[in-house]
């Protein structure tokens, strides 16, 4: 399990075993941190985001979070923005503070839960006061307790997906990485095997990006899963950047989800990186950041479906499905 406390950063998850649903939290330890994020996927659900663009006035963002509940989650960043206030953290407005929490959202709904089961404000505020460096929880927990991959040949053949981390430490310098994997496509191991998705007649993969380049996926059976997918990602480091740099960063980090996830970055999923650094500290070479924050990004999509226990008929490759 990774701990975030060489980045600055702690971690929470709100978890809805009975409704399939939850919400990951990662704020600042003690305080703020510089933030940016790059869009991949085209049915996103998101908040706040601007304040994570070069330029804007905001200079730092107070906690991101990560949700399921598609755009009805969105309401939960609520509980994130109670807690840090009560904290006194925040962008200063002269008589109190604003927090500022961006978010995104996954699609889980169903198969995994009951589609009126939502992350809530008080789940996320208690997310966020109990939140801690590590050890961070993987698999079926948080964001991912009702994600879901390999949809693209119907939810009836998909298995579970979920959390996953991974950190590394080169010459000084510590990335790390989160990932809530809730995917259309298969996810790939490093060699490109395909490791969890969408099942044949006999428990095999049918392997949906060549099925969908084939003609082989019907157009009508992905549009009933149009904006029901999403992998929503966090790369962080140790390291001093300008938020251009790490919106590159984010922007970089992409790279991992095209080569796990196949296909991905596609109009029916909302895939998002977010990125983060400290306000100071020592700067590095872009370069090596970015190359590390693809290897821990890569490394955590994997460990999200290999630590996913299954639910609801759906099975996981943590309990051998």
Not at 151 to 165: I, L, P, T, W
Not at 176 to 197: Q, Y
Not at 232 to 247: D, G, H, N, P, W
Request: glycine residues 16%; contains cysteine; charged residues 20%.
């Amino acid at each position: 399990m990774a701990d975030f406390g060489p980045l600055g950063l702690a971690v929470g998850h709100a978890t809805d075993e009975a409704g399939g649903t939850g919400a990951t939290i990662i704020r600042g330890i003690d305080r703020g941190f510089r933030g940016s994020a790059a869009t991949i996927g085209r049915a996103t659900g998101t908040r706040e985001m601007h304040p994570l663009t070069p330029g804007h006035v905001v200079e730092s963002v107070d906690a991101i979070l990560l949700t399921g509940g598609s755009a009805y989650g969105l309401d939960a960043a609520a509980g994130a923005m109670r807690w840090l206030e009560e904290q006194g953290r925040g962008h200063p407005v002269g008589v109190g503070v604003v927090p500022i929490v961006p978010a995104a959202v996954i699609f889980d709904l169903a198969p995994c839960g009951r589609f009126d089961a939502r992350p809530t404000p008080q789940m996320v505020y208690d997310a966020c006061r109990d939140a801690r460096p590590g050890p961070i929880a993987e698999g079926s927990v948080g964001a991912g307790t009702g994600a879901t991959v390999g949809k693209g040949a119907g939810v009836e053949r998909a298995m579970k997906g979920g959390v996953g981390c991974a950190m590394y430490e080169s010459a000084g310098i510590v990335v790390g990485a989160l990932a809530v994997v809730n995917a259309l496509g298969d996810v790939r191991d490093a060699s490109g095997t395909i490791i969890a998705g969408a099942r044949d007649d006999d428990g095999g993969f049918l392997d949906i990006s060549r099925r969908i380049a084939d003609g082989a996926a019907t157009q009508r059976r992905i549009a009933d899963l149009q904006g029901r997918n999403t992998t929503i990602a966090l790369v962080a480091t140790s390291a001093l950047m300008s938020r251009v740099e790490l919106q590159h960063l984010a922007a970089a980090a992409g790279a991992a989800i095209y080569r796990r996830i196949t296909p991905s970055g596609t109009s029916f999923d909302g895939d998002v990186v977010f990125s983060a650094g400290p306000l100071e500290g020592r700067p590095a070479a872009v370069p090596q950041v970015e190359a590390l924050a693809v290897r821990m990004l890569e490394e955590a999509i994997e460990r999200a479906v290999r630590l996913a226990r299954g639910r609801d008929g759906i099975p996981g490759l943590a309990d051998g499905g």
